[in-house]
């Protein structure tokens, strides 16, 4: 569909796992994009200076947003990177001169140079020590440190009026900086099924007082539980 300047909008229908190099590239006119989570690849220049292009909804799927995949979508004010992506390639979004915000995912763990070059008006928003705060902090564009989801799977716990939260069975992981600086967090109780507490999930919870982790828990990540300084019961099977 590559310079079909009269194109306004496209949806992707469900069984397509693959858009191709240059697919949809110098659709002038194309506003919109659907993109169904099936996809599990998106060429190089796929919607290359789509310049009318406001907002895209990236498929789960994917891995990578591949070379040039936005190069000048100059209308693009917004995006959200999905869960999953490791790679952001090389000038993924150069040149989108409207983007404001681009949320990127703990699981990237690379950007590449230009990615977000010429986005003046950018903040990139991210946990924190991740590849989006780096590639921020690099290139001098200002960064935005967000939590990442509780979970990765099933409903997410709430505090109670007592001050205590207790995390579900169906979650599989808590994630970076779920809970973080929660001063409202007295307790904690994990139901078994969660497998991994993320890098710093509950570090700066001041009035956590306990926690009970589960069996079949099998990786605490780094500072999880650091400067909760009245922490003083953690119950280990």
Request: aromatic content about 6%.
């Amino acid at each position: 569909f590559e310079w079909c300047k009269k194109l306004a909008s496209v949806t992707i229908p469900d069984g397509i796992i693959e858009i191709g190099d240059s697919a949809f590239a110098d659709c002038i006119c194309l506003t919109s994009v659907a993109i169904p989570d099936g996809v599990e690849k998106i060429g190089s220049w796929a919607f290359k200076r789509c310049s009318s292009l406001a907002s895209v909804q990236l498929p789960k799927g994917v891995t990578t947003i591949g070379f040039m995949m936005f190069y000048g979508c100059s209308s693009l004010t917004s995006v959200h990177i999905p869960k999953g992506v490791i790679i952001i390639d090389q000038k993924a979004f150069r040149g989108c001169g409207s983007l404001t915000s681009a949320t990127v995912p703990a699981s990237v763990a690379l950007i590449l140079p230009d990615a977000f070059a010429q986005c003046g008006l950018l903040t990139i928003k991210g946990v924190k020590a991740s590849a989006a705060e780096k590639y921020a902090i690099d290139n001098r564009i200002p960064f935005k440190a967000t939590k990442e989801d509780v979970t990765l799977s099933g409903e997410a716990g709430a505090v109670g009026s007592d001050g205590t939260l207790v995390i579900p069975s169906k979650p599989t992981e808590i994630g970076m900086y779920a809970y973080a600086d929660e001063t409202d967090i007295k307790s904690v109780v994990i139901r078994p099924g969660v497998k991994r507490i993320g890098i710093s999930a509950f570090s700066g919870c001041n009035n956590l007082t306990s926690i009970t982790i589960p069996d079949g828990l099998i990786e605490i990540g780094d500072s999880a539980f650091a400067d909760c300084i009245r922490l003083t019961s953690v119950t280990i099977p």
